[in-house]
């Protein structure tokens, strides 16, 4: 019997597969036997190269990160001697977006976004990732991105797990350095998103280090000829060399980013469609006002597909269409679909609008009380994820 089919504390957990190897260790997907739902199981690597201190230095960080309940990172679960036992996602890592070829501009600045609102979280608790790279972005099935690999940075040298061509100019010197950059990896991720390729290559470290420090910025726009002049502004910003001269924090930078989004989405569509789509919702409203709640619903449901077409899925109108519908599908006794739109609906709202908007408290909190009904109708129905990404036109992974 190998030791992955062992399991590791007091039979609790038991492997079922094997997801991956690298250097940081061993991921598998496993079952919790006290109630029977899937994790996934990250042992770190044997004590012979990996000592129990930077094991240690690893799980803190991780769970440090993982406890904080926030909706773009993943959730630590339990903590072994030597594992970490997290929560299991189903989707494909931004790695794999970017081998299928060019993704949507509109996609690829929400995703940034995202990902820069779970760094922020991860700052604000102490907690660096040094490690930022397209394998540890991971996109659900609901279109959600979450950070993996809080920690893993102990386990293994950078050049050892691929993380070369994302270190910052400060990593490459060995320098004091702080969460500026994890900004800085996440523009090379950005680069790449937006070019199929990283910033800069390297046929070894040493040339991938001299590129970092010495060679000036590239500008994504050359490669993709469909980018915005303030995409390229942003990527010169999170690849300065000198820290100082980076967005300040992840918050700065989800603000640049999205304001990118804003001027992207916004010249999609003149002013005037905009104008037809809030008439529109207003007549919906007036037939649920009237006591035709269903019929609200089906002509909200119809408009949220419509003005992601027109005006773009991450557009301001485009995510309040879509709330006026969660908030219809509740008013007509559908809780669990009202829960299922806004758990999907919040993060896209948070991405574009930023965390501190007026309208993502109220969404946030309409949530939070449709899933307290729901808790309290669970033998009625359990709350539908991914719809609304199939609505905006987002792909379902």
């Not at 309409?366 to 899933?371: A, K, V």
């Amino acid at each position: 019997m190998s030791d992955l089919q062992a399991p590791p504390v007091d039979g609790r957990y038991q492997v079922v597969r094997e997801l991956g190897r690298s250097a940081t260790g061993i991921r598998s997907e496993a079952l919790d036997r006290t109630d029977g739902h899937r994790v996934l199981l990250h042992q770190a690597p044997p004590p012979a190269s990996t000592p129990q201190p930077a094991v240690d230095r690893f799980l803190d960080e991780a769970e440090r990160v993982g406890r904080l309940g926030h909706q773009h990172l993943v959730a630590v679960e339990d903590r072994l001697d030597r594992s970490l036992v997290l929560e299991l996602l189903s989707g494909r890592s931004l790695d794999t977006v970017i081998a299928a070829g060019p993704a949507d501009l509109g996609f690829i600045l929400i995703w940034l976004q995202q990902a820069c609102l779970g760094l922020k979280a991860a700052h604000a608790a102490g907690v660096v990732h040094w490690g930022i790279k397209p394998s540890r972005l991971f996109l659900t099935d609901q279109g959600r991105v979450k950070l993996l690999g809080f920690g893993t940075a102990h386990l293994a040298p950078a050049t050892a797990t691929g993380n070369a061509p994302y270190l910052a100019p400060e990593q490459w010197r060995q320098e004091p350095a702080d969460g500026r950059a994890d900004l800085y990896a996440l523009g090379c991720v950005l680069f790449e998103l937006c070019a199929g390729r990283p910033p800069y290559a390297g046929a070894s470290p040493q040339e991938l280090m001299h590129r970092h420090l010495n060679d000036a910025v590239p500008y994504p726009s050359l490669v993709r000829a469909d980018l915005p002049p303030g995409l390229d502004q942003v990527v010169l910003a999170l690849l300065a060399k000198d820290p100082g001269a980076r967005p300040a924090d992840a918050a700065d930078a989800a603000a640049r980013i999205g304001a990118v989004a804003a001027g992207h989405h916004g010249a999609l569509v003149p002013p005037p469609q905009e104008g037809l789509i809030r008439a529109q919702v207003d007549q919906a409203w007036a037939f649920g006002e009237a006591g035709q709640g269903l019929e609200a619903v089906r002509q909200l449901t119809a408009l949220v597909a419509h003005a992601a077409r027109t005006l773009g899925a991450g557009h301001p109108q485009t995510l309040q269409v879509a709330y006026d519908l969660a908030i219809w599908r509740g008013m007509t006794d559908d809780i669990a679909g009202a829960a299922g739109l806004l758990g999907d609906l919040v993060p896209l709202m948070i991405a574009t609008l930023g965390p501190g908007d007026e309208d993502v408290a109220k969404a946030t909190r309409d949530l939070w009380s449709f899933r307290g009904d729901l808790e309290r109708r669970r033998h009625r129905g359990i709350a539908r994820p991914g719809e609304l990404a199939m609505l905006l036109g987002l792909p379902v992974h």
